[in-house]
């Protein structure tokens, strides 16, 4: 009977064990750890170059270029476009866009053959080679006149201007002696 006894006790006693032992030799699930998308990478001389068809269409330029995602921010970028006018954008900084192709410019000055054109901000479209802005702007031609208009539009290929809103124009003249 005492063996009876002592076999219970035993079976008590290791059932009443049995959850702490569970509970010590139970392992923790390790911590979940978020992970950005993507870092922030940044590039000393960035050079991006659009080719189409074999023939370069434009590049950009920037002494720093900051990637995150799918922007790349530019401190004093050049954007050089390839076209019959050779037309070159100034900015003081920029945000490309790599899958849409655009370029968002802030205190943009943007220089071709026949005039020089600055606003505040605009839109660079790399597939269609496209400036537009939708804040004052002041294009200077060459012929001594200059248009000043709320909002602007150039055609970087075929070089074509058109300002509207508040559009105003400013005829110069020549100086006596003065040649272009």
Not at 128 to 155: A, H, L, Q
Request: charged content about 25%; overall charge positive.
């Amino acid at each position: 009977m005492k063996e009876k006894l002592f076999q219970i006790a035993l079976l008590l006693l290791l059932l009443g064990l049995a959850p702490i032992f569970f509970f010590f030799l139970k392992k923790e699930p390790a911590p979940k750890r978020k992970f950005e998308s993507s870092k922030k990478q940044t590039i000393k001389t960035f050079i991006f170059t659009e080719i189409r068809n074999g023939e370069k269409r434009w590049i950009l330029k920037s002494p720093q270029a900051t990637f995150k995602g799918k922007d790349i921010f530019l401190q004093q970028p050049i954007l050089f476009v390839f076209s019959p006018e050779n037309s070159t954008i100034y900015a003081n900084e920029a945000i490309y866009n790599k899958e849409s192709n655009f370029a968002s410019l802030t205190d943009v000055t943007l220089k071709s053959k026949e005039f020089t054109a600055k606003t505040s901000n605009g839109t660079f479209n790399g597939k269609e080679e496209k400036f537009i802005s939708n804040s004052t702007c002041k294009i200077v031609f060459e012929t001594e006149y200059s248009i000043n208009g709320k909002k602007c539009f150039i055609d970087l290929k075929s070089g074509k201007v058109i300002i509207s809103g508040g559009v105003s124009t400013i005829i110069q003249e020549k100086a006596k002696g003065e040649s272009k």
